[in-house]
Antibody, heavy 122, light 108 residues
Framework: QVQLVESGGGVVQPGRSLRLSCAASGFTFSNSGMHWVRQAPGKGLQWVAVIWYDGGQKYYADSVKGRFTISRDVSKNTLYLEMNSLRVEDTAVYYC???????????????WGQGTLVTVSS | EIVLTQSPGTLSLSPGERATLSCRASQSVRSNYLAWYQQRPGRAPRLLMDGASSRATGIPDRFSGSGSGTDFTLTISRLEPEDFAVYYCQQYGSSPETFGQGTKVEIK
């Protein structure tokens, strides 16, 4: 069965960095586009970033562009999100999500991880 | 970007009743690329509907989706206890993909 397991969340001070990981299993990772979606405490869902199945294209939400980097290691079936210059408003549960149906870089998501909480606070 | 507005914000119903959730887009959603998700407290979102009206794998037939252009609806024909949750619509026809703010279906 498909499994997505995030890790790497924690408490970090503003301006610092953090790297999230998402270990994938149960499907052909190298054939699937992958996304990060976040949810601030008590709020709705916000798309963060996407990486194409082959890593050839990457797109970001304006709010994280230039600060976050999405990447993938097919040999490890793992998705990453490198987060730099973190801000208080980046505080959220971060989910990795598998792409299902897509139009360009925008997709529906048939599988989600359980999420990892990132808290940015001084 | 396309803004999705869901209504009502909260729906108070009893088990066995019918729930009708609305999602309105600020501009037409290309090719009806509209999905619905269910999120229970402390859990990840779960895909219910894809392409506006196609049920995802394993989703019971009491869930149905309809609509086109800018107006979409998720209907739950008879609420089961496990259906009380928050529901989000999402458009993926344009970049960036965007989500509505959610509708909470609570027990009356």
């Amino acid at each position: 069965q498909v499994q997505l397991v995030e890790s790497g969340g924690g408490v970090v001070q503003p301006g610092r960095s953090l790297r999230l990981s998402c270990a994938a299993s149960g499907f052909t990772f190298s054939n699937s586009g992958m996304h990060w979606v976040r949810q601030a405490p008590g709020k709705g869902l916000q798309w963060v970033a996407v990486i194409w199945y082959d890593g050839g294209q990457k797109y970001y939400a304006d709010s994280v562009k230039g600060r976050f980097t999405i990447s993938r290691d097919v040999s490890k079936n793992t998705l990453y999100l490198e987060m730099n210059s973190l801000r208080v408003e980046d505080t959220a549960v971060y989910y990795c999500a598998k792409a299902l149906s897509c139009s360009g870089g925008s997709c529906s998501h048939d599988f989600w991880g359980q999420g990892t909480l990132v808290t940015v606070s001084s | 970007e396309i803004v999705l507005t869901q209504s009502p914000g909260t729906l108070s119903l009893s088990p066995g009743e019918r729930a009708t959730l609305s999602c309105r887009a600020s501009q037409s959603v290309r090719s009806n690329y509209l999905a619905w998700y269910q999120q229970r407290p402390g859990r990840a979102p779960r895909l219910l509907m894809d392409g506006a009206s196609s049920r995802a794998t394993g989703i019971p037939d009491r869930f149905s989706g309809s609509g086109s252009g800018t107006d979409f609806t998720l209907t739950i024909s008879r609420l089961e206890p496990e259906d009380f949750a928050v529901y989000y619509c999402q458009q993926y026809g344009s970049s960036p993909e965007t989500f509505g703010q959610g509708t909470k279906v609570e027990i009356k």
